[in-house]
């Protein structure tokens, strides 16, 4: 079946630290692939996604690329601001499925 | 991108009452909705799938007659949770599928803050 493992949290950096949270998978056929984020007291909200092997998804300076060769999808960011403290969520949906399956979530925290 | 929306965001009742709370899609026509629970430093549980003007599909462990999905049209969905105790209190999360679009994406509401006293 379906799985997506991400590394556990919290993620603590400073401002303006280099952010890398790192997905890996397994699924069959060619999954679709996403970030989420969940900022506190809030619902899921789509961060980036990438479609097919290769494919670079990126938003609000974040970044992740679909790499099938080790069926990951890694959340990386230059420079953490402090308002990216949150709760992120890798997922995947493949074949017929509209349900993704998620991750455990990786809290991140970053300070001033 | 589409937007989904949950009514009530947060409620608070008594024990033994039933809480109503509705998902809608805004702008797109939603046949199949999707009703998730979590847990507080958890990640999202899926209750059930719930398809327009059929029953709701529910995941094991869930209750239906408990957890009572209606999704009478192409833009609504309601979870009621029925005879509350405190131990549903939790946060609950509503997604709508597009399904007009070429890969498989939920939209997710903003979800409902649930506190049973």
């Known amino acids: 079946g379906n799985s997506v493992t991400q590394m556990e949290g919290p993620v603590t950096l400073s401002e303006e630290a280099f952010l890398t949270i790192n997905c890996t998978y397994t699924?069959?056929?060619?999954?679709?692939l996403f970030w989420y984020v969940q900022y506190p007291g809030e619902g899921l909200q789509l961060l980036l996604k990438a479609t097919k092997a290769d494919d670079k998804g990126s938003n609000k300076g974040f970044e992740a690329t679909y790499r099938k060769e080790t069926t990951s999808f890694h959340l990386e960011k230059g420079s953490v601001q402090v308002s990216d403290s949150a709760v992120y969520f890798c997922?995947?949906?493949?074949?017929?499925?509209?349900?993704?399956?998620f991750g455990r979530g990786t809290s991140l925290i970053v300070h001033p | 991108g589409a937007v989904v929306s949950q009514h009530p965001s947060r409620v608070i009742c008594k024990s033994g009452t039933s809480v109503k709370i509705e998902c809608r899609s805004l702008?797109?026509?939603?046949?199949?909705m999707f009703w998730y629970r979590q847990f507080p430093k958890q990640s999202l549980m899926l209750m059930a799938t719930s398809n327009e003007g059929s029953k709701a599909t529910y995941e094991q462990g869930v209750e239906k007659d408990k957890f009572l999905i209606n999704h009478a049209s192409l833009t609504l969905s309601t979870l009621t949770v029925t005879s509350a105790h405190p131990e549903d209190s939790s946060f609950y999360i509503c997604s709508a599928l597009d399904r007009t679009l070429s890969y498989n994406e939920q939209f997710f509401g903003p979800g409902t803050r649930l506190t049973v006293l």
């Open positions: 702008d797109f026509q939603a046949t199949t």
């Open positions: 997922a995947l949906s493949s074949g017929g499925s509209y349900i993704p399956t």
């Open positions: 699924a069959t056929g060619y999954p679709s």
